[in-house]
């Protein structure tokens, strides 16, 4: 990957919906070679996939939390359970395995916080698998981004 095909990924990071012409403008490229570039980093996997990002207040989830999750185990059985079940929950945005202080970090995005509370007792409770849920709240969001350093 050089120079332009960084460009390339900055900008369309940025807005993904620009066309080709407008790309090819903006990283100095005339449009067949900004086209056939854009077509390898898609073939290569370093461009996965073109999403819209919302406005989560504009779609009523206008409280993001975080919790962090112990498991009853360590086992394949209890970790599954739990990968499997957090894979049902749409609330559940962002889940990773975590080295450390817990097992599973989660982020999470709900209406408010009677909402948040009303998930977790009817559907993030329900996991067997689970034994402790701590959960975090924001109290301001500093920096969010989507936008991955390409260096």
């Avoid at 819209?52 to 970790?79: C, M, S, Y």
């Avoid at 359970?81 to 957090?86: H, K, L, P, T, Y």
């Avoid at 996991?127 to 981004?145: A, D, G, H, R």
Wanted: proline content about 3%; overall charge neutral.
């Amino acid at each position: 990957m050089d120079q332009i095909d960084k460009k390339i990924l900055g900008e369309i990071q940025r807005n993904g919906k620009l066309q080709n012409v407008e790309l090819a403008q903006m990283v100095g490229l005339s449009p067949s070679p900004c086209l056939r570039r854009v077509k390898q980093l898609e073939d290569d996997g370093i461009i996965e996939k073109y999403v819209a990002l919302l406005n989560p207040h504009k779609v009523n989830l206008g409280l993001t939390v975080f919790a962090r999750i112990w498991l009853k185990g360590q086992d394949e059985k209890t970790v599954n359970a739990f990968v499997d079940a957090i894979q049902q929950l749409d609330e559940v945005v962002e889940c990773q395995l975590m080295a450390g202080d817990c097992d599973f970090f989660l982020r999470i995005m709900v209406a408010d916080l009677d909402a948040y509370r009303q998930f977790q007792i009817h559907r993030l409770n329900k996991i067997s698998s689970i034994q402790n849920v701590k959960t975090e709240i924001p109290l301001q969001k500093i920096k969010q981004t989507t936008e991955l350093p390409i260096l």
